[in-house]
């Protein structure tokens, strides 16, 4: 079961607050790991009483999925230019830097990332798809006419979006080191790249 918010925030305050809370767990999970998570801690760190942090989220697994959204939902001002600079590279090119986006965006907090995937449950890692929905429909219609043609692209685009979230995903869990090593992003590039030119 998923675990939600029990309210959103309506006013100025309420939204303050809950941005206390999240940036006091954020801080927390990231200085003590999972074993002090907890909402007292987290409450004494955001500077509101606990009854406050319970109006908004009825447990700890609810603050997490909260703040993975905020994570996965920061605006990045450039994605539009940088999907129009996409149309005019080959299928390698926009293969790495796909990948580059994805090891970038990883790396940059690969503590939260690995919390986010050994705690939250499937369901609720992969309840932001309507979210994603948008930006992978328009990375597909710049990639998959850059691969090889006469397959289901459904299939391929399923293929490769997955292969690509579990080796950056394993990574973060296993080998964060990996995430900014230039042979690592070479060898993930070769793989799709293979994959997408293969007949």
């Not at 074993?35 to 447990?59: C, D, K, M, W």
């Not at 970038?104 to 503590?111: G, K, L, Q, S, V």
Request: glycine share 2%.
């Amino acid at each position: 079961m998923i675990a939600k918010m029990r309210k959103l925030p309506r006013q100025t305050r309420a939204h303050q607050t809950v941005d206390f809370i999240l940036d006091a767990a954020a801080y927390i999970l990231a200085e003590r790991g999972l074993a002090g998570f907890t909402t007292n801690h987290i409450a004494e760190r955001a500077g509101v009483n606990i009854s406050s942090l319970y109006q908004y989220f009825p447990n700890k697994l609810a603050i997490l999925e909260a703040l993975q959204t905020r994570h996965i939902a920061t605006p990045d001002d450039g994605y539009a230019q940088w999907l129009e600079r996409l149309r005019d590279l080959s299928l390698e090119e926009v293969v790495r830097s796909v990948v580059d986006v994805a090891l970038e965006m990883h790396a940059a907090n690969p503590t939260m990332h690995r919390l986010f995937l050994d705690t939250l449950p499937r369901q609720t890692r992969h309840s932001h798809d309507d979210f994603e929905a948008d930006r992978i429909a328009r990375i597909a219609a710049i990639l998959l006419p850059k691969s090889r043609a006469g397959k289901d692209p459904d299939m391929m685009l399923f293929i490769t979006r997955h292969a690509l979230t579990w080796v950056v995903h394993e990574a973060v869990c296993e080998r964060p080191e990996w995430l900014t090593d230039p042979a690592f992003r070479k060898e993930l590039v070769a793989l799709l790249v293979n994959f997408l030119r293969a007949d």
